[in-house]
């Protein structure tokens, strides 16, 4: 079978990484098409690059721009993409303007498609991956939930006969990038100046537009980081970095030290030398789970409720409504005692994914 993989923004390169390595052991064919959404080399480039993955068969370069236009954007390059590949699969990853328009596309052109990452839900309907996510999972044909929770999720809308446990790709990368840091196989990150990894520090990360894009919020958060005991790393999102220099917040400052995003493994070796992680990331959250270090979510909820439960995570959503010994204690907890077992599955989802792709057949959309 002929595989269009569609991919955009930096999380969706981390899950392209095991899946391609998959579809590279068989004998289907594996195209890779990457948007442009993010074009950064540090947030794009250096995902290829460090992860060994093909470069992209074709590069659609959209850029930048408001949802509406960077979605537009994608879905109007994508039929000519479409039509001249004539795929058996389109298969779309997570919920970014990326994923949702290559889903759109396809199922217009009667393509079909598979979402990586279904039925995951935040409930939040300020999100826009929250937008993104909902719309895909009610176009695509197979939804390959990472989690029990999620495959629950897709059965409340409806759409179980179209649902398939995959377990998620990125502990299959994760697991991987953590066995060669762990070997030497990767040279030392390089982490914002300022941070001596041979101390403890906290890794921070935050690029949500509900903690960057408002004044006050994000000057507040900024705030409530520099006044933490520990050093605090802070590989800066883009987003986060434009926003702070057009609202004149310094993101360098008491404890907090901002630099350059990480390439993956640079950020899996941070996650190791750190105490503990605090971001809005939804990936991080997990590699902070797999990597065994207690992380603090900048969020009111989170999609993955397995990490809360398990004692590994706590949500924060106003760090700064809280005293600085309370919120010095939650960031510097200690972990939680017990076995947090396998919510995400064993490491082996990328071969599920190919697996349940093979099996699928026209038609066997139920619902
Ligand atoms: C996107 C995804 C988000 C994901 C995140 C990971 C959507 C709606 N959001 O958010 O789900 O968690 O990627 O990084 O799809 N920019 C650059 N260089 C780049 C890319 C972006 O400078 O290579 C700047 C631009 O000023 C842009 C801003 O960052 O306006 C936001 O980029 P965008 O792709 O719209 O969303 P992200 O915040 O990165």
Redesign the pocket.
Known sequence: MKVVSIVG???QLVKLAPVAAAFAGTEHQHFIVHTG????AD??DVFFDGLGIPAPDIHLGVG?GS?GV?TGAVLSALDAVFEAEQPDWVLVYG????TVAGALSAVKMHLPVAHLEAGLRSFNRRM??EH?RVLTDHCADLLLAPTEEAMGHLANEGLAGRARLAGDVMVDICLRIRDAVRAGEHAAPVLPEGIDPSRPFLLATL?RPDNTDDPARLAALVDSLARLPLPVALPA???LV?RAEEYGISLTRGSLHAGRPLPYAGLVAAVLASSGVITD?GGLQKEAFLLERICTTVRPETEWVETVRTGWNALVADPHLLSDEKWAATVTRSTPAGDAGTPYGDGRAAHNVVKLMEEWKRGSRLV
């Open positions: 923004a930096r999380p959404q993010h074009y950064d947030l794009s930048s949802h960077q919920d970014t303007n990326s826009p991956e993104n690029h999102h883009p987003r434009a990331s």
